[in-house]
């Protein structure tokens, strides 16, 4: 769950900007087993505007490859985008 204390000031100082930025904190767990909004993001190009030394982008990327080799299949149910690991 979001934290108003935490994303709010986030929103507030970027609201004029287009495209909308969507601030998200991210920890290990959440790059070693991506949930379907974060490969969904990365399979849209998302960007990443702090990452002094790299190592957010290097995994994005290593992600992004996974996405594009199949390892994760993008479905969709109701129209909402969701993806499954694919079978090995």
């Known amino acids: 769950m979001r934290r108003a204390d935490t994303w709010l000031p986030w929103i507030r100082e970027f609201e004029t900007?287009?495209?909308?930025?969507?601030p998200t904190f991210l920890g290990s767990h959440t790059l070693d087993d991506p949930p379907s909004w974060?490969?969904?993001?990365?399979?849209?190009?998302?960007?990443?505007?702090?990452?002094d030394d790299g190592r957010l982008a290097a995994r994005l990327a290593t992600i992004g490859d996974?996405?594009?080799?199949?390892t994760w299949q993008r479905r969709t149910f109701m129209g909402l985008p969701y993806y499954r690991r694919a079978a090995s």
């Open 66 to 70: 996974s996405v594009r080799s199949g």
């Open 17 to 22: 900007e287009d495209p909308v930025l969507d």
């Open 38 to 51: 974060l490969l969904e993001a990365v399979a849209g190009g998302v960007e990443v505007w702090l990452d």
